[in-house]
């Protein structure tokens, strides 16, 4: 099976991986991106994630149909987190099994690799001094052009 | 026609506003809306000419020829995961 949602609660890791596995599966990967305390050098305090809500819903199944397509891996699951999160939160989580162990790391790799290229989801930093800001981020490849 | 144009993120903080509706002749593109948008406030004059643009939730070019009713969205470089 494969399931992919955009939401403002706590990711269950735990969960996420148990929606994926089959009879026919040897291997099950789960991927968690986590909230850093320090980014560049600077002590971070939190950070807001927003996503362009719709097009990001969109975009995280087509990313997955893609990677199925792509690695003939078919029980995917991706989750990304919106909202205000703490340090050590898991803002993403990533789920693939497969009958052997490669084809679950490549797509669960391939998953977390195309979001950071493409998933319309913006990071806002909240530094220990006070400051804040957006991070740089990817420019989408299939998008053609950047600024 | 009437366009609507969603800022995100940093672009919506440089604008200082999340949507805005901009009125075009029948044959504009999205070039087109972003240069009135740019040319509203010295605020707008900030975004990009040439940003990631999405059409109705989808990446497009930015030459695409737009209809009354769509939702153009300009998307700063992306920083999710």
Avoid: C
């Avoid at chain 1, 992919?4 to 009879?23: F, H, N, R, Y």
């Avoid at chain 1, 950070?47 to 097009?55: G, I, K, V």
């Avoid at chain 1, 199944?61 to 699951?77: K, L, M, S, Y």
């Avoid at chain 2, 040439?50 to 737009?66: G, K, M, T």
């Amino acid at each position: 099976m494969s399931r992919t949602w955009i939401t403002e609660s706590p990711i269950a890791a735990a969960a996420v991986l148990e929606m994926v596995g089959a009879p026919d599966d040897g291997a099950a990967v789960l991927f968690l991106g986590t909230v850093r305390r320090e980014n560049e050098g600077r002590p971070v305090r939190g950070l807001r994630y927003e996503a362009y809500q719709s097009m990001a819903e969109t975009e995280l199944a087509t990313i997955v149909r893609e990677v199925q397509e792509r690695t003939g891996v078919q029980d995917i699951v991706a989750v990304h987190r919106v909202g205000e999160l703490q340090i050590g939160e898991v803002s993403v989580a990533i789920a693939a099994s497969s009958p052997h162990r490669a084809a679950a790391f490549d797509a669960a790799r391939a998953v977390i690799e195309e979001i950071k290229h493409r998933l319309p989801v913006w990071k806002h930093e909240h530094y220990a001094d006070g400051a804040a800001r957006w991070l740089e981020g990817a420019i989408p490849h299939s998008a053609g052009e950047g600024p | 026609m009437r366009i609507r144009v969603v800022l995100l993120a940093s672009y919506r903080d440089l604008a200082g506003a999340a949507e805005v509706v901009v009125e075009l002749p029948p044959d504009a593109r999205a070039t087109d809306a972003i240069a009135v948008l740019r040319a509203r406030s010295t605020r707008a004059a900030l975004l990009p000419e040439r940003p990631v643009i999405a059409v109705n939730q989808e990446y497009a070019s930015l030459d695409i020829p737009l209809r009354d009713g769509d939702e153009l969205a300009l998307l700063p470089p992306v920083a999710g995961g």
